[in-house]
């Protein structure tokens, strides 16, 4: 039986409690709270069929709510009234309709956290210590059974967060192998007993991917090893422009070798033990509140998804107010089947797969408010295929072992539903802590979005991503290979490759990560493991992405190639009125492969000086790409303020940038020593009538240390018509 409770608020029509303190009498009231979130649902659904039709709202009291595996929420607990057919705005989910019809709500003041762990009990001290164990941790670790039903997990916790399974220092390959195979040191790897269990972190031969791999087989006397699963690219050295040949891009996880600090685990799956040095111990020096993790995603809302037809139907109106979600674990590649050909841009995630703590999989009109994703192995949130009008506004996304939020729809082709969603003063950070390439916020096959007013910071890779980057002739096994529907693209376009503003046009009906907007969000301290990471990265999408009043700041990574990429096959894309201050970017500021707007950007203090100019023009022409009213301020060691990029001796004999294709003019210029900086520039650019406006002087910035970027009076940027940009309206409308 439901009991149902009238408040006082009018979005909310019906209540009904849960508490981790309930009991198997319950009926749902504050007094007699069920004991489950699971109950609560199977409540409402029952008392749906008897008829109810008010929204409900399941509070949440204090607590740690254990999930033993996926909640899925169906389309029987969405609203059951018909879609209407609203007008929509070009960016983001439109006004809100009314209130949710299914709510799960902390109550007012509590915190209770949704966690998908179930505790490690029982733990002993290691008496006998095994030969491998590091001296240092002999009498400091303690064992434990594996908890019933869990054959296996990737990750653990404590009260703490997330503890580090147990690592090396890694090694560096001794010659290239291919995507199964790798080449090691001697004594790097061993024929563990437990070899199924040790998986290996690999970069493989790219700057931009990073993989965990389960070892299949190891040689000690040749030093070859095998995984399996294949690696996104063959187990070879880096490019040697960024990286030490002699550093680790090889690191072995989960052996007791490396089990050498406070806070490190390892488990043994056959014989069904973990070993931990606990960093929070009991007064009697056990681990204590350990929890190891039932499931990848916790909370599943999913419609009826009709993968090859036309037409979803999604579930509607479910919101999260208030809560925290935790402790699931990270989805680990097991095989190739599943894997290979349906990896999204580089294989930075896996295509419709349960790797985030909260899924929308099917939904519309679905909101999360005010809630908090942190310490878990995979990603926050995903939206896949069919997802519109949802909101997420206002939450916490935190040290997470993979993306903060990713809205992923279907691969390219004609089947356009993932758009119109709004992400909205969001907090993003200490994501990518596992899987290093992951982005905080990722737009893929998914257009028209709305995401302003976050902050992203301390990433391991990309703090924004805005991509397809798949084309018709992909292979099947090729990166998104599989996500491609064949079925709807057209004959003359299956060969068809990338190449071209012209070839692009005719692709981008099947490139729906389109028009979307990224604006007034701040973003610092991109690029802390990976290498080759922008700010913000768009490549290979649709038309009309706007890239707008976004400050970054601080992104001082060796390894960052710009604050914002236009990367391979880009083309329409606005940016206009960004910040850039006190970043590296040892390439760039901005860089733009394709035909782009830049404009009203300035780029502040840099930290170094780009190799391919302050604003780089690469492998591709830029014809009439507007570059207007933008303010480049150089290192006092100088470099391009422009330049052209060709890809290779002499382009590969394709077209390449030329700068005086380009539409520029109205530009500010400063150099704090060299008044003749601009010169060799202005005279090529002027011969042909372009930059003719343009001026050399001291913008005259009130204090962009402090972070005031007003003009003063006498700014020669008020006469070219630059628009101040104000710094404090990016970013977080409030921060705690």
Request: proline content about 6%.
């Amino acid at each position: 039986m439901l009991t149902v409770f009238l408040v006082t608020d009018a979005s909310f029509a019906l209540e009904i409690y849960v508490s981790v303190d309930g009991s198997g009498e319950a009926d749902g009231s504050p007094e007699k709270p069920y004991d489950s979130l699971l109950r609560a649902v199977e409540s409402v659904r029952a008392s749906r069929q008897s008829g109810l039709e008010e929204p409900v709202t399941i509070v949440l009291r204090e607590g740690r709510h254990q999930l033993n595996q996926t909640l899925v929420l169906g389309i029987e607990d969405g609203t059951p009234e018909p879609a209407v057919r609203l007008s929509l705005p070009q960016h983001g989910a439109g006004k809100t309709t009314g209130p949710a019809f299914l709510t799960f709500a902390a109550h007012p003041g509590e915190h209770p956290v949704v966690s998908g762990g179930v505790p490690v009990i029982g733990w002993k001290r290691l008496e006998s210590a095994p030969a491998d164990l590091p001296a240092q941790s002999v009498g400091k670790v303690w064992v434990a059974d594996m908890p019933a039903n869990l054959d296996s997990f990737y990750t653990l916790y404590d009260s703490h967060g997330r503890l580090n399974r147990a690592r090396n220092d890694g090694f560096a390959y001794t010659k290239p192998g291919n995507a199964r195979t790798l080449h090691f040191p001697k004594g790097a790897l061993k024929n563990w007993d437990h070899l199924t269990d040790v998986e290996i972190q690999v970069r493989p031969g790219r700057a931009w991917a990073i993989n965990m791999l389960p070892l299949a087989s190891v040689d000690e006397n040749s030093g070859v090893a095998t995984t399996g699963v294949s690696a996104t690219y063959g187990m070879g050295p880096l490019p040697g422009y960024l990286h030490d040949p002699d550093a680790s891009v090889v690191w072995v996880e989960n052996i007791l070798e490396a089990l050498d600090e406070p806070g490190e685990w390892v488990v043994n799956t056959e014989t069904r033990k973990i070993y931990l040095w606990p960093s929070d111990p009991a007064p009697n020096g056990s681990p204590h509140g350990i929890l190891a993790p039932t499931t990848t995603e916790l909370i599943r809302v999913e419609g009826a998804i009709d993968y090859d037809g036309p037409t979803d139907t999604p579930v509607r109106g479910i919101a999260f107010t208030g809560l925290t979600f935790s402790h699931a674990d990270r989805w680990a590649w097991k095989s190739d089947e599943g894997r290979v050909g349906w990896g999204m841009q580089h294989d930075w995630d896996m295509f419709d797969r349960p790797t985030a703590l909260l899924r929308f999989r099917g939904a519309e009109d679905c909101r999360v408010t005010d809630c908090k994703f942190a310490d878990s192995g995979g990603s926050g949130l995903r939206m896949d295929l069919h997802a519109q009008r949802n909101r997420v506004v206002g939450s916490e996304f935190a040290h997470l072992g993979e993306a903060g939020i990713l809205l992923a729809g279907y691969g390219p082709g004609t089947k356009d539903a993932n758009h119109h969603n709004d992400i909205v003063n969001n907090y993003i950070h200490h994501f990518s802590e596992i899987t290093w390439h992951s982005p905080g916020l990722w737009a893929w096959q998914s257009g028209h979005n709305r995401m302003v007013h976050n902050e992203l910071s301390h990433s391991g890779y990309a703090a924004v991503l805005i991509t397809t980057r798949v084309e018709p002739d992909r292979s099947m096994n090729g990166e998104g290979g599989r996500t491609i529907r064949r079925h709807e693209i057209a004959a003359e376009d299956q060969t068809r490759r990338r190449g071209g503003y012209e070839n692009w046009k005719t692709r981008e009906k099947y490139n729906h990560a389109r028009h979307n907007l990224l604006e007034y969000n701040e973003i610092s301290h991109a690029v802390q493991l990976l290498s080759d990471g922008n700010g913000i990265y768009v490549s290979g999408t649709g038309t009309g992405n706007i890239i707008r009043y976004n400050y970054l700041h601080d992104n001082l990574a060796n390894s960052l190639p710009a604050a914002i990429r236009c990367d391979d096959d880009q083309h329409g894309t606005l940016i206009y009125g960004n910040v850039l201050y006190n970043n590296a970017g040892f390439s760039a500021g901005i860089a733009s492969k394709g035909v782009n707007d830049i404009i009203n950007n300035f780029i502040v203090a840099p930290a170094v000086v780009p190799r391919s100019g302050y604003i780089s023009y690469e492998w591709v022409p830029v014809t009439n790409s507007k570059v207007h009213r933008n303010i480049i301020i150089s290192h006092p060691d100088g470099g391009k303020a422009h330049n052209e990029r060709p890809r290779g001796t002499n382009n590969g004999g394709r077209p390449w940038p030329k700068l005086i294709e380009t539409d520029m003019e109205s530009n500010l210029y400063y150099h704090p020593t060299d008044p003749h900086w601009m010169d060799e520039h202005l005279i090529k650019m002027r011969a042909v009538g372009k930059e003719k406006a343009s001026r050399v002087g001291d913008p005259l910035f009130v204090d962009p240390a402090g972070g005031d970027f007003n003009f003063r009076p006498s700014s020669p940027a008020l006469e070219l018509g630059i628009e101040t940009l104000d710094v404090s309206k990016m970013g977080r409308l409030q921060k705690n």
